[in-house]
């Protein structure tokens, strides 16, 4: 199940992303100072930490949901919430 309205601000965020990493690489192209340039990379690397977590929550909310309520997809559920945690970990 797709909700359109948490698809459409996921695709906003992503693209605001595509913009902030455009703006990194014409940074590092015009040899910005250093420092001003490792904030832009870090303010982008928050940008995509919080789009995780949103893309994590529609999951849960939605998919997660549906699959424990159905007994054939809850080690499905299970297995797939825990690669998620091991991919945030490393």
Known sequence: M?????KKRAIH???IIRGQLDGLIRAIEKETYCPDILEQS??????????D???LENHLRTHVIEQMQNRKENERAIKELIKVFNLSNR
């Open 53 to 55: 977590a949103f893309l």
């Open 42 to 51: 870090l303010s982008i690397q928050r940008s995509i930490k919080s789009l």
């Open 2 to 6: 797709v909700d359109r309205k948490l």
């Open 13 to 15: 965020r992503a693209k």
